[in-house]
């Protein structure tokens, strides 16, 4: 009795499947890493918050004698509560951005275009749209240009600037009338490290994690 002949099986994979995928898997890890830098950075600002009874505490409030006293108390008050004000900052700037949806849409439409047609995107992937291949340069001058029109020609760029001023208002206002006295002001920390640069240190820890994808193809 002669044996059924076995048939060939390929076990050859699809090249372009192989690499869809390998291109969806760095996509992935590298917005996982950004995700994970900043919300470590979020949880270290919430680490250092003062009490919130120690900001409003109403017996501490008094009018400053002189405008040098005010630039005085705000300077130290940046110094101690520089979380605590950045917290207000961007919840102001939040509820402003909530307060008119279609900003925030196009706002979330603008970082989003920025990450996945830009620094997610393979730097060995070209950007394909429409039938037609964008060069690096040619994706970053649109974004760029993008980026213009959205900010300057459209209600964002006036409500981020509008919110962005109405949360340092509230911030120097409670700054100049809040009395520094009773505050105990780390020795190691300078005054001059205030809320600036607090500010500063969250953007680079996020552009720390989008540094990666973007060097690749420079």
């Keep these: 009795m002669s044996s059924t002949p076995m048939l060939p099986i390929s076990t050859s994979e699809d090249p372009n499947t192989a690499e869809s995928f390998k291109s969806y898997t760095n996509t992935q890890q590298n917005l996982r890493s950004i995700l994970t830098?900043?919300?470590?950075?979020?949880?270290?600002?919430?680490?250092?918050?003062?009490?919130?009874t120690e900001l409003i505490d109403r017996t501490a409030l008094a009018k400053p004698a002189s405008f040098s006293d005010a630039t005085s108390r705000v300077r130290k008050n940046l110094s101690y509560f520089r979380a605590n004000y950045l917290i207000i900052l961007a919840a102001v700037l939040a509820f402003s951005l909530i307060s008119h949806p279609f900003s925030l849409v196009i706002l979330i439409s603008l970082i989003s275009a920025w990450l996945f047609l830009y620094a997610l995107r393979p730097s060995d992937q070209p950007l394909v749209i429409w039938g037609r291949t964008y060069s690096d340069r040619e994706t970053l001058a649109i974004l760029a240009a993008f980026t213009v029109v959205v900010i300057f020609l459209t209600s964002v760029g006036s409500l981020l600037i509008s919110g962005t001023m109405m949360g340092l208002g509230i911030v120097c206002a409670h700054g100049a009338f809040r009395m520094p006295e009773d505050l105990f002001l780390d020795e190691q920390e300078p005054l001059s490290s205030g809320l600036f640069s607090f500010v500063s240190g969250a953007a680079s820890t996020a552009a720390a994690a989008a540094a990666p994808a973007i060097i690749s193809r420079v």
């Design 37 to 52: 830098r900043i919300s470590a950075s979020a949880r270290h600002a919430l680490s250092r918050c003062r009490p919130w």
